[in-house]
């Protein structure tokens, strides 16, 4: 039976690896629709490949020139397209699109009462709450792609939530882990993108260097899991090999491990509940010498600590938290600040941003406009 799926974010890494999958098993996938910001000469070709019906481009002089080229394809234009690609009726709608910018189409996923495969943390991290009401109000399925929450779900699967005593997040602690804090002020964008282990866009790649990530995967696991923070732990694990741990009230922990490539946790979202034989890599143990853990140092990593503070504040801190971040990540890759002011201009709107605790859709994005509005602030009193 062939599963009919929708791509947020073919463009990007994650969607990128998805088709990659999908080419993989040839007449199980039909990708009905596409959607990216502006990448149309990538988008071209994955047309040419994969000819949905429908592609989205948010960027509308972008969907403009996709329109010209001529290729037998639907071109949805504007922002506004990305919701429309996300509401038609297909199987799974993967969810990989960046940033806040994702959230709207996430929502419109699920009202059309779509199973949705979520790639992107943000979305959860900003609205977990009003997402998992929304799912389940509609009997829509919420499947996690990112590895870590995706070993999670398969460690879970068979086992009652109410038996766990903990779960263990394992982060590889980004390039810099062990770098003395005072001598990364200066480091480029270049250096921090290079991630010891994992192959990723360069936001997510920051994020993983500051270990902010980690702390919305907190966040994202308090929400597919119904957990309470109390529950959830961090772990550095520099080889990257186990992905994610389960710990039950008798002792026992369940580990998931595999190789470093995003395309084993996204073929098992698509193809859920089956287990289809991997057309890719395998782990080979043999090979594996060590596999240590260790404890985050928090002066290491404050962008951690923020990011716990907020889960611990609830409301609308996670959405002020990040969208503090983001506008701090791309000034970072921009050369505007350096490495170690991005956990400064978090910290200056988390603190100084009101978390409502009132939470709808409409609080949520004027409070990610607000926490923006006070990065922006902060950065120009850094002199920048």
Not at 108 to 121: C, E, F, L, Q, T
Not at 244 to 259: C, K, Y
Not at 267 to 278: D, G, I, K, M, N
Request: aromatic fraction near 6%; include cysteine.
């Amino acid at each position: 039976m062939t599963t009919r799926i929708t791509i947020l974010g073919s463009t990007g890494s994650i969607g990128r690896s998805t088709l990659d999958v999908v080419q993989h098993y040839p007449g199980r996938f039909d990708v009905v629709a596409l959607a990216a910001h502006s990448n149309v000469d990538l988008l071209a070709q994955q047309i040419r490949a994969f000819h949905p019906a429908y592609v989205a481009v948010a960027d509308e002089q972008a969907a403009a020139r996709l329109k010209a080229m001529k290729l037998g394809v639907e071109v949805l234009a504007g922002i506004e397209s990305l919701n429309e690609a996300a509401a038609i009726p297909v199987d799974i709608t993967l969810c990989a699109i960046v940033g806040a910018a994702g959230l709207r189409p996430v929502v419109s996923a699920i009202d059309a009462g779509n199973r949705i495969a979520v790639a992107n943390k943000e979305p959860l991290v900003m609205a977990g709450r009003l997402i998992m009401e929304r799912a389940r109000r509609r009997g829509v399925e919420v499947l996690p792609v990112d590895s870590e929450h995706n070993a999670i779900f398969q460690c879970l699967h068979g086992h009652n939530v109410s038996d766990v005593f903990r779960v263990h997040l394992t982060a590889s602690g980004g390039p810099f882990y062990g770098t003395p804090r005072e001598s990364l002020r200066d480091v480029p964008p270049e250096q921090a993108v290079k991630h010891p282990t994992w192959n990723m866009g360069a936001k997510i790649s920051v994020d993983s260097a500051t270990l902010m990530n980690k702390g919305l995967e907190v966040l994202e696991a308090m929400w597919l899991f119904d957990l309470p923070l109390e529950k959830i732990d961090v772990v550095i694990h520099p080889q990257s090999i186990v992905h994610s741990l389960v710990e039950f009230m008798d002792g026992s922990i369940l580990a998931h491990l595999g190789v470093t490539d995003m395309k084993f946790p996204i073929l098992f979202a698509l193809t859920w509940p089956e287990r289809v034989e991997s057309a890719m890599g395998r782990l080979d143990l043999t090979r594996m010498r060590e596999l240590t853990f260790a404890a985050p140092d928090f002066s290491e990593f404050p962008c951690l600590a923020l990011a716990l503070h907020a889960a611990r504040l609830g409301g609308t801190a996670p959405a002020i938290l990040n969208a503090a971040n983001e506008t701090a990540v791309a000034a970072f890759c921009a050369k505007r600040i350096g490495f170690l002011q991005i956990s400064e201009v978090v910290e200056e709107a988390l603190m100084n941003c009101d978390a409502g605790q009132d939470v709808d859709l409409d609080t949520v994005f004027a409070a990610d406009a607000h926490a923006r509005r006070k990065a922006s602030e902060t950065m120009i009193a850094l002199g920048v």
